[in-house]
């Protein structure tokens, strides 16, 4: 059972639509963060969100914290060719495995010209 | 350095053989991650190292598999008598504050056994 489940887990668009992508856990987690990959490239932090209900903008990018900080998303407004990657969320748990994220499958991408 | 580096970007090992994978975290950052990337399967945790110590090694698949940090720096991951089912992007990661910050990763091994 993933602990983190992501979705959809593939989405193609075209240039100036926009977006959300989900990430859902039974489980509370103390912390969320949205990474965004690369092909050939490790994961590179976009956003950490830790209290419940929190919404934070990067330019075109909304992330939102569930209230009950169990689930969050991502919106992109106006998406573009350079948004393309693989959108991964990771939380932590809280406890005495805080160190370590446990991350989602991710969503692929791809934001068509 | 400026990032986190790893070597080598690619490897390409017969079944049975062993490899070494290394990492070199940023400098100053005392925790260091790998993870495993397979295709369908996300990112799943391998080992964690505060300093030199390993507090977490339960991600280990098995014994063939064994890491180690020096000087609270590079890191090296073994993988001995290596198997198809190894292969995947091993990915290392870093980060300064334990339990506040996100991670730093590297841009991973893509590791082949044929």
């Known amino acids: 059972t993933q602990l983190l489940e992501q979705s959809p887990q593939f989405l193609s668009i075209q240039e100036g639509e926009n977006l959300t992508v989900y990430c859902n856990s039974s489980s509370v987690f103390s912390s969320l963060q949205w990474y965004r990959q690369e092909p050939g490239e490790g994961p590179v932090l976009l956003v950490t969100?830790?209290?419940?209900?929190e919404v934070k903008k990067l330019k075109r990018l909304t992330f939102q914290f569930g209230d009950a900080r169990k689930d969050s998303s991502l919106h992109i407004t106006a998406a573009q060719p350079g948004d393309t990657g693989l959108y991964l969320c990771a939380g932590r748990r809280g406890g005495g495995s805080n160190y370590k994220l446990t991350f989602g499958k991710g969503t692929l991408l791809t934001v068509n010209p | 350095g400026a990032g986190v580096s790893q070597s080598p970007s690619n490897k390409v090992t017969e079944k049975g053989k062993d490899v070494e994978l290394r990492c070199d975290p940023i400098?100053?950052?005392?925790?260091l991650y790998w993870y495993r990337q397979s295709l369908g399967q996300g990112l799943e945790f391998l080992i964690y190292f505060q300093g030199n110590s390993a507090p977490d090694k339960s991600g280990l698949p098995s014994d063939r598999f064994s890491a180690e940090r020096t000087g609270g720096s590079v890191s090296t991951l073994t993988i001995q008598r290596t198997q198809q089912e190894d292969s995947a992007v091993y990915l290392c990661?870093?980060?300064?504050?334990?339990?506040?910050?996100?991670?730093?990763f590297g841009s991973g091994t893509r590791l082949t056994v044929v």
């Open positions: 969100v830790v209290t419940g209900g």
């Open positions: 400098s100053g950052h005392t925790a």
């Open positions: 990661a870093s980060s300064l504050r334990v339990l506040l910050d996100g991670y730093t």
